[in-house]
Nanobody, 125 residues
Framework: QVQLVESGGGLVQAGGSLRLSCAAS????????MGWFRQAPGKEREFVAA????????YYVESVKGRFTISRDTAKSTIYLQMNSLKPVAAAVYYC??????????????????WGQGTQVTVSS
């Protein structure tokens, strides 16, 4: 069993930056992939980024490439999402999720078995 706890959300002005963290309790094996998803009010949850625990390969939705960076600290069992040049459309609840078998495609929610409770990101214009 893996438990995920997100932190780092908050209010930021458009163009600003935030770094989200997701701390995992329980064993994260090398077979895992970890992902970030977001859900804006009235919209479906969508994939943002993913990282393979072993090797650190990263994957992004096209709309955040070049502005968001996903990373991991294996010693701390923590993943991060650095978000730069934030736009108002990025406002959402951001969720961390764990995909035990690195099952593809990484953008698909059903590949992820464990989910955090989410952290709110608000971007003012």
């Amino acid at each position: 069993q893996v438990q995920l706890v997100e932190s780092g959300g908050g209010l930021v002005q458009a163009g600003g930056s935030l770094r989200l963290s997701c701390a995992a309790s329980g064993r994260i094996f090398s077979s895992y992939a970890m992902g970030w998803f977001r859900q804006a009010p009235g919209k479906e949850r969508e994939f943002v980024a993913a990282i393979r625990w072993s090797g650190g390969a990263t994957y992004y939705v096209e709309s955040v490439k070049g502005r968001f960076t996903i990373s991991r600290d294996t010693a701390k069992s923590t993943i991060y999402l650095q978000m730069n040049s934030l736009k108002p459309v990025a406002a959402a609840v951001y969720y961390c999720a764990a995909n035990p078998g690195s099952t593809r495609p990484f953008w698909m929610e059903r590949q992820y078995r464990y989910w955090g409770q989410g952290t709110q990101v608000t971007v003012s214009s």
